[in-house]
């Protein structure tokens, strides 16, 4: 069965997205320009509706390559 994405939860600094052993930070300034208000539930369902996106730009991050737009602003944190 493939990987799936955890929503790690919405803080100060963007969304927390975990994929596998990885971790990534869609930042605020993504959210804001992919949706009018960005609450815990729209980043939420936003980051579910683009999982298999954000699953392969989090796999280009680890291999370090940028990933295609928007998600060229997420940033890979660590590992979880």
């Not at 990987?3 to 804001?32: F, N, R, T, V, W």
């Not at 949706?35 to 539930?41: C, G, Q």
């Not at 729209?42 to 291999?63: C, F, M, N, P, T």
């Amino acid at each position: 069965m493939a990987q799936e994405i955890e929503i790690l939860g919405l803080g100060p600094k963007g969304l927390g997205i975990g994929y596998g052993p990885h971790a990534a930070l869609a930042p605020m300034s993504l959210l804001e320009r992919e949706m009018a208000d960005v609450t815990e539930d729209a980043a939420s369902a936003w980051a579910s509706a683009q999982r298999h996106e954000i699953a392969l730009a989090i796999g280009k991050l680890v291999k370090g390559e940028q990933p295609p737009a928007p998600f060229d602003a997420m940033v890979l944190e660590a590992e979880h």
